[in-house]
């Protein structure tokens, strides 16, 4: 069978590269410009804000706009969706002696946790692994969270510009200067429509990349400036629904075994949570490694089964589904970050630079911790008399000093040693976790998750039928996402449109929100590639599978509020 890596997108990293091209005056010039209102991005705004508050002379000679972020959701929250428990030291850095944790809307602490192996209709509760105990976290929607944090940017100072998407890298005399916007009111062929607004350079002294996962840009960047990792970048799939329910869910559930499978040669890694959201609703996820073997693997329908087991059926019962959504998660950890976290006039934080534990699921405090620290160099850079390139690369020794850093190299390892099965790799990441990262297991390369070599069960045969009660079908979760995504629109995926049968099978079931269907047998061993561009939630599993992700115009795609 094939391997999806054998047929590449028809994409260039470089293409996203520019010099800029608006004559001088036109040129929108800002101090610092971010990209993304995700946890990371509007913790380094508001990071900025505070500095410049408090040396207003630096404010005064940036200018009109010292600090201004690019989001390319209807709103900052739009794209947001996460678990979410979320470990609280970074927030509480953030606004130390500004504003209470405690004063920030969430679902309060986590009270207790309980962790089940599961078969088809049994669940054996065991003690929590360490690396899932969650003692002293809370629980957030972290779309709620990001419209919170905008808030507060936008009373800092920055000027946020949503429906906005970073489409190029501007470099000059090998310098990132800022980003180029992309088209708005273009046909599917790329006409020009009525309604149509050319994208703008946006010119900028320093660019700080929080894209998130399969950051467009920081992808674009880590090519052009020679930035990858050690490893190759490794991601996960996590689909996840919010449900109103009748009794409330007092503590957080996490769930391993059943309906993945044990065995080594699927490489089904993953598992489960159930979070409650206050006391009549909860988030029930379900989150798998995508070096997956599996053509008819669907994330989507996993979830769909995982309802239909007696103890989450339970939790369930009586309630109604509010809202879905999905997103990878980079999970190659430690050894698969950037060589170097800054380029010059550049930073990259968050999962865009893949700061994600994902033993512990946990990403949200590395990414508003790195956000605050990537503010803190690039107001640095901006000192009368700073050598910018200095400034800059305090940046990497912030983040190599911080807790972002030794955390992740505790579980180096961690996504790695799951490719030795289920029980041998939960042992080892629970041993790591316990010794604090002192067990040395040599070197463990990763893979790139479209070089996974395909294999076909009937895994669907497994997948129960939507009842539109408890059981839902691709198209009514997309619907479930608010995802208002033009059909006319120029195609933003790039795959390649003719392909063996099973890479093409392997995209249809992948993808959560029915975006790819096999069309026609071509008669030369491929198939025709049919695509619906715009059911695209923007989850990102595709650049992970085979093909490429790029930004729709802004404003397009999900419109989360409660994930
Ligand atoms: C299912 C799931 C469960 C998770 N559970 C947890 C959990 O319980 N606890 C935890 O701590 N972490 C969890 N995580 C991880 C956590 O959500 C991430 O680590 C965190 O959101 C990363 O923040 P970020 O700011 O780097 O990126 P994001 O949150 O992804 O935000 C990036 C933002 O940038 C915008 N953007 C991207 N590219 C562009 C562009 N080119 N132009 C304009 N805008 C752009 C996006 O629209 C988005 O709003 C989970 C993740 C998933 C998917
Ligand atoms: S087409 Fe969109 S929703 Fe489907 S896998 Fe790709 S990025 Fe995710």
Redesign the pocket.
Known sequence: MSRPSDFPPPYAPSDYVAEPSDPEGEQIEVGILI???????LACAIRLGQLLEEHPGVAERLGEVPVAL????KQPGS?????????PRSLRRLFRGRLRFEDIPSYGPVHGEAVYLLTKRAALRIPPPPPMRNHGNSIFS?SQLGRFLADRAEEGGTMILPE???EKLLVSHGRVVGVRTGDKGRGREGEQLGNFEPGADLVASVTVL????Q???TGVALDRFGLAGEDPQVWEL?V?EVWKVAKPLRHVVHTMGWPLRLGTKYREFGGSFVYPMGDDMLTI?M?VGLDYRDVELSVHDLLQELKTHPRIRKLLAGGERVAWGA?T?PSGGFHSLPSRLHAPGLLLC???AGM?NIAR?????Y?IESGRLAAEAAFGALQPGATPATALASYDAAVRESFIWSDLYEVRNMRQVFGRGFLVGGALASAMTVSKGRIELGALQAEPDAEAPLLRSDQTSSYPAADGELTFDKLSSVFASGNKTRDDQPDHIRIQSRVPRDVAELWAHMCPAQVYEVGDDLGDGTVEVRTSPSNCVQCGAISAKGGRLT?PEGGSGPEYTLT
């Open positions: 990209v993304g209102a995700g946890p990371a991005g690019v989001e390319k959701g794209h947001l969706l996460s678990g979410a428990v979320v470990n972290l906005t998407a970073a929080a894209e998130g996962t950051g467009h840009l996590g996840k996820g989150v997103k998660i968050g999962d865009g994600v699921l946990k990403g949200v405090h990414a930004p």
